[in-house]
DNA sequence: ATTAATGTAAGATAAATTCCTACATTATGA
DNA sequence: TCATAATGTAGGAATTTATCTTACATTAAT
């Protein structure tokens, strides 16, 4: 009877993290060791103990999961890491295995993937969310530092990106043109642009678009 | 032997939402009766099950956590509602617990926390995380002691809201009434009550208000 | 039982959007 | 560096949408 993978959890989310314990101890192949919320924590238990893999979020106190990652590679430890978080963040994944992650989950992923991701890594190899797998693969090679391939400020210019503001909001072409000092026309000229470059048909798809970019202005109590 | 308490648990995090269930399930008092990643889907599962409590996440695809608990509150469901998130920003907490949340709980938070808040809320009775319950108590008790007066759940009516979730996510009222199954003219009729009723001129101040109270799905990631 | 609110919708008119085209002015890549 | 793509700007005509007004049946409330 082969070992289990020993894991070591790094998440700042308590209760979450006794759900995740729970949910990888049920399974025959896993046995949480450690678990912790800080990033400085999980340096101090690679010194008292050794696992397989590392199960860390990128976001935590103290020290942060890119920081904590860099650590741990600069110290050699020979852990596996796996990085858990809910930014799909091209930008904060790619990062993060430039820092020597493995792997990368969603929160959003099902244990199964978990389950998977966990021993892709602990066998050495590279495990990356088949959504972001593709694109991430290519930017990593390439080397391209540029941003997600549909992020509006490297897709729209800024005329385009001002004009979505005020047009997402509820304001009509000809009262967006009013306020940015345009003809009717250009707002237009403009929106059609958008448009085509997002590949969207409507302008519901165009809110859509401004709201999953945080292109709408908080709300305002 | 007394009955388990039922709970539903929405959270757009799977791999969470399945630990918590885990963690949830083993306890002798709890059982999971139901689970979703989805705020319409919420209310969804509340028309084919019940149950005694509901934990879930402010942050949720196609309708926010805030939208769903107002929802829940107006069509009259008994259940009660447990808020589990990671966000300890106070104006979220009042504004959950004025939608009709009985408690709430930080993802921070152990598993015992979470267990006492479940069996609190089942009692009908709130449940506030100790570090916030005292600035809580006191802006809740003080600071708003009636429903703020352009609340849209008792100023504008069921099928009003309806259609200006459409309209301030950019569909156009034609568009809008294709989707309610409405004639255009009809829903022109429900826009101009609800600009009469508001006090508004203009569309983009409908966002506005559509935006302060969160009639916005959540970014969708 | 009478009024107020709600859910529904049509016609005529006014306004906004769409589609196509156009043209300087930068960037930018070969 | 020279052609080409991207950007900022806009007009006219055709079409679609929105607005304003009025209407009526059904509940809810007083």
């Not at 290519?138 to 080397?143: A, C, D």
């Not at 940015?180 to 000229?189: E, I």
């Given at each position: 009877m082969k070992s289990k993978i020993k894991i070591i959890l790094a998440d700042d989310h308590a209760v979450l993290r006794a759900g995740l314990k729970l949910l990888l101890n049920n399974e025959p192949d896993f046995i949480v060791v450690g678990e912790t919320s800080d990033g400085e924590k999980v340096l101090a238990l690679l010194e008292e103990l050794t696992a397989d893999v590392l199960i860390i979020d990128l976001s935590m106190p103290n020290m942060g999961g890119l920081e904590c990652i860099k650590e741990i590679k600069s110290r050699g430890y020979p852990i596996k890491i796996l990085v858990l978080t809910m930014y799909e963040d091209e930008q904060y994944i790619k990062e993060a295995m430039r820092s020597g992650a493995l792997g990368y989950v969603e929160k959003h992923a099902v244990?199964?993937?978990?389950?998977?991701?966990v021993k892709t890594v602990n066998m050495g190899q590279r495990y990356l969310n088949p959504?972001?797998?593709?694109?991430?693969?290519?930017?990593?090679?390439?080397?391209?530092?540029?941003?997600?391939?549909?992020?509006?400020?490297?897709?729209?210019?800024?005329?385009?990106?001002?004009?979505?503001?005020?047009?997402?909001?509820g304001y009509s072409m000809s009262q967006t043109?009013?306020?940015?000092?345009?003809?009717?026309?250009?707002?237009?000229?403009?929106k059609t642009r958008m448009m085509e470059k997002l590949g969207l048909t409507e302008k519901s798809q165009l809110v859509d678009y401004a709201l999953k970019y945080d292109l709408l202005p908080a709300k305002s109590e």
């Open positions: 244990d199964t993937e978990l389950f998977i991701a959504h972001n797998s593709q694109l991430l693969l290519n930017s990593l090679l390439t080397n391209t530092p540029k941003e997600s391939a549909d992020d509006p400020y490297t897709l729209l210019s800024p005329r385009e990106r001002e004009v979505l503001k005020y047009m997402v909001r043109g009013k306020m940015l000092c345009l003809s009717v026309k250009t707002v237009d000229t403009y």
